[in-house]
């Protein structure tokens, strides 16, 4: 590692993570990019968490073992990896997800390439509980690297993706003074949105990161709005409505980034065209109604995926949803 600061650094926030924590762990560890650190922050774990963190702290200086005593919720946790952090790129890393070694030195060597580019991830092969292969997954990010802030922000905005690339190395010079991980579902589309305004982004092959299928991930057990909002921030205050809070953080982004008068319209244009794509306006009703009926938005999403299938990049009981069409109104390539 550098004298003065590491080259990345990885975030990885945790709660009961044990059971796939010291796979995470490794692969992070047998990067060919060695000059990095690893800062966990555990979030107040009942299991064997703490023990594993501290083992692996104990052995290899590039980690840094830090424990809240008390559980803050995932945003304020996953936002403390990147406060804590030094290095000139940063990425987020799941618990129980899996870098293949040269992650790292791929997605790093775009960055340092290209000043231009704020974002760099590969596509993605879902695994499953004993690290099976059992798909792969290309996001949108691949049409976020055009020149108009307007069309990258589109990408983000009207397609519909699972949001794998929050999980991306990210120039740490774009992360500063951003949203980061807001405390609310879907937050990790803001900041995604945020970003694209602010620079190119760059999809790679081949997949050099594994994301982990298992019942027990967040968008498996979390079903109803008032359980989501407790995941994403363990003292809130308020519940905001979800798919509105969403709207109006992509309406305060387009206000607030430094765009020109001509991409500031055309961000807005596209934030017109998103209550008719992807199911935005009926999602809107269903977090309305799930205000004031506990469960309703987990019941509308279980019907619609019995109808249309899951969105492309999730999985129905850990076989991929065969690709559906592009719904009317979407800017699909």
């Known amino acids: 590692m550098s004298a003065q600061r590491p080259l990345v650094s990885i975030g990885l926030p945790v709660f009961n993570g ?27 774990s009942t299991d064997r968490t703490a ?7 104990a052995t290899d200086r590039r980690v840094r073992y830090l424990r809240n005593p008390t559980n803050l919720g995932a945003a ?7 406060t804590e952090s030094r290095g000139r790129y940063f990425k987020w890393l799941a618990h129980d997800d899996r870098l293949r070694p040269d992650y790292l030195a791929t997605t790093v060597a775009v960055l340092e390439a290209d000043p231009s580019v704020v974002l760099c991830n590969t596509t993605v092969d879902y695994i499953d509980e004993r690290g ?39 120039r740490r010079s774009v992360l500063e003074g951003s949203l980061l991980h807001g405390p609310f579902h879907g937050a990790d589309r803001a900041l995604l949105a945020q970003l694209a305004l602010r620079g190119r982004m760059v999809q790679l092959e ?16 979390q079903r109803s709005g008032a359980a989501r909002q407790a995941w994403h921030e363990a ?39 998103w ?17 004031v009926a506990p469960g309703f938005v987990g019941w509308a999403e279980r019907v619609k995926i019995r109808l249309f299938g899951e969105a492309p990049g ?13 719904v009317r109104g979407s800017v699909r390539s």
């Open 18 to 44: 044990e059971a796939y924590l010291d796979e995470a762990i490794r692969s992070v560890l047998a990067q060919s990019l060695a000059d990095l650190e690893l800062v966990i922050s555990d979030n107040a």
């Open 51 to 57: 023990e594993i963190c501290r083992g692996w702290a």
């Open 76 to 82: 304020p946790n996953y936002n403390r990896t990147f």
């Open 132 to 170: 099976a292969v059992i798909g792969h997954y290309r996001s949108p990010l691949g049409l976020a690297a055009a020149e108009r802030p307007s069309e990258r922000f589109a990408a983000l905005v009207l397609h519909s993706h699972s949001c794998v690339d929050f999980f991306g190395t990210i």
């Open 206 to 221: 081949p997949a050099l990161v594994e994301m982990r299928e298992h019942p027990h991930r967040y968008t498996r057990r």
């Open 235 to 273: 003292t809130a205050s308020r519940r905001p409505i979800p798919s509105l809070e969403l709207h109006r953080t992509y309406r305060r982004l387009v206000a607030t980034e430094p765009l020109t008068d001509d991409e500031r319209w055309a961000c807005r244009r596209v934030l017109a065209r």
């Open 275 to 291: 209550w008719s794509v992807n199911w935005n306006a009926l999602r809107v009703t269903a977090d309305l109604v799930d205000s």
């Open 314 to 326: 999730h999985f129905v009981d850990g076989v991929e949803s065969p690709p559906r069409p592009p």
